[in-house]
DNA sequence: GCATTGTATATTGGATCCAATTTTTCTATG
DNA sequence: CATAGAAAAATTGGATCCAATATACAATGC
C-alpha cells in the first residue's frame, strides 16, 4: 500500500470553474463574449475524485490484489476527511473491485480462475452481440478513429497503456451500436479484468496476436460485415481468456 | 414520498447474534453444548438496511419515478442518522435506481422507452445463453422447485407477488448454470425493469400468456431440450418487452 | 517455549456539527 | 399584479468526535 503518486488535493476539491472563463473573457462587451459555460451540477465532489483515483489504481494494477485500503491513510493523501473516502469505497465494493467487511476494511478484490474465465465468456456474448450491431452504423470517421487506436496499440511498448488503447480501439467501434446499457456492462466487465489483460500480453508476448486480430476486426468492420466482425470479436476474446487461462494455471499453482 | 412501511429500528440497527444462542443454550454443560454459530462478520450495517428497504420499494414501485428522497427524513424513519443514508444512496445510484446531482438531492430514476427496450433486449441475449447452460445440470429437485414457482405465478392475485415470483422461477433455473457474474447482471437487469413489468403485466392482461410461457420453458427443461428452452426464454423475453413498449408508447403519450 | 489473558492501539461505523449550496419565502419596487 | 432582490429555511457535502470492534503487544501461568 499505496499507488505511488499520491493524489494529495488542495483544501477545496471541486475543480475550478474558472478555466473556460479565463481563456474566453476578453474586453469585447457582454454582447459579443463567447464562452463554454461550465455546468456546475456536474463538479466533482471528493469521493468523486478519490474513487476515479482509486478505480484507476485498481484496474491498472497499482495497488495489487490483496491489498488493504485504510481509510484514514487514503484520506490524507488527499487531504480530505474519511467521510468522501467511504463513500468512495462503498462504490468500488458496488463495481466488485473492493471488498470489504465490517470494521475489517477494504482489500483490492482478486478473482478466482473460474471468475476471470467466466467473465471472458461473459465479454465475449455481450461484445460480440455490440459489434455486429454497430457494424451497419459506423462511419468513415469512427472507423479512421479505430484505425488510429488499432495503429497505436501496435506501437504502444509500455505495458500500462496497453489496457487503455485496447479499451479505446473497441469501445470506439461499439459506440455505434447505440447500446449504452450494453456498454456499460462491457466497460464494467473490462474493469474487472484489465490488470490480469495485461499480465496476459506482457507475459505471454500476446500484444503482436492482439494487433492482429484488431486488424482483422476493424478489416470487417470497414467492409461492413456484421457477422464476421461479431464472429472476430468473439474469438478475440475467448482466445485471449484461454491464454491467460493456460499463464494463470501455470503459475498460481 | 414516501414508501407507505415506514422501516423504523431501533437504536441499536446490528441484528442481535442472540437468537441462536437463545434457542439453542441449555443446562447441559460446555462440552455437549450444540448451537448454530452466527457470523458476526457479515451482520447488516445501517447502510445495508436503508439500502435494502430503498431498493425492495423502488423496485415494487412504492416509491415512484422521480420521487425526491431526503437524507434527513429517511434517516429519521430509520432512526439512524445520515450518513449511512448517503451510503446507501450512494449504492442505490450506482444500480441506475436512482440518480443524484451534487447538492441537489436524489430522484428515483425513470427508463426512456429506449432505456427499457434495450434492457430486454440484453435480457433476452444473456437469459437466453444461462438457460442453455442451465439445462444439462438441471436435476429433479431443482425443476421441482421451479414447477413450484411456475404455479404459485398462475395463482397469484396480488400484482406486487409477480414480479417476485416470476423472477425466483427464473432464478431457479438459471442457478444450475454455475454463472455467479451472469445472474449478477440478471438481478441488476431485473431490479430496473420490475416495476415496468408489473405494469405491463397488469395492465396488458400478460399475466395467463408469460404462465403459459413459463409452462414451456419448463417442459423444455424437463426435457432436457437447451436449445429449445433458451429459444423459449429469449422470445418469452422479447414478447415481453415489446408487449410493454406498445403499452408505453400508448401510455405515455 | 507456548498458550492464554489483559491492555493498548488501530481502524471502522455512525452521530453530530459546520460549511456550502439550493430552494423557499418575504419584501420592495414599478 | 409581476418582477427582482434579500433573507430565511432546507438540504447536501464534508469535518470532527465518539462508540464499537479488531489487531497488536505485554504479562502471566503452565
Redesign the pocket.
Known sequence: MLFSKGGRNS????PSPDSAYDQNLGFQGLDVMKFAAVD??QAA????IVYEALRKAIIEGEIAEGD??????I?QMF??????V??A?SRLEQHGLIT???????VVAGLSIEEIDEIFEFRALIEAEVMRLAVPNLDRATLDRARGYCDAFDRETDPHRWGEINRQFHTTLYEAARRPYYLQNVQSSLDRIDRYLRAQLTFTNGVPRAGREHEAILAACEKGDADLAARLTRDHILDAGRSLMTFLRKHRG
Open positions: 483544501r477545496s476539491v471541486a456546475v451540477r465532489s471528493a469521493a468523486d488493504s485500503l485504510r481509510q484514514e491513510e484520506a487531504n480530505t476527511s474519511r467521510i468522501p467511504r463513500e469505497l470489504t467487511q465490517r470494521y475489517k476494511g477494504a
